[in-house]
């Protein structure tokens, strides 16, 4: 039936939940699963700080997609 399947990620509780709906379809019809995900960020940062915590928030959001 479906042989792509197209999850968009911003980082939402709805999309965790979303996403492992999608793995569980995608294994049961053999399809390929992508995820997006878009982040609007400022040209430059303000300071150290705010480029450390930018980082910490990307592995807090994406760190355990990679253990799936």
């Known amino acids: 039936m ?3 399947i197209l ?3 911003d980082g939402s509780e709805g999309v965790a939940r979303a996403l492992l709906a999608a793995i569980k ?3 049961a019809l053999g399809a390929d ?3 997006t995900s ?3 960020l400022p ?3 303000a300071s150290v700080d705010e480029v450390i915590e ?3 928030a990307h592995r807090r959001l994406y760190g355990p997609l990679r253990a799936l």
């Open 38 to 40: 878009v982040e609007e």
């Open 54 to 56: 930018e980082r910490s």
């Open 25 to 27: 379809l995608a294994k």
């Open 2 to 4: 479906f042989r792509k």
């Open 7 to 9: 999850v968009a990620n």
């Open 33 to 35: 699963l992508h995820m």
């Open 43 to 45: 040209l430059f940062a």
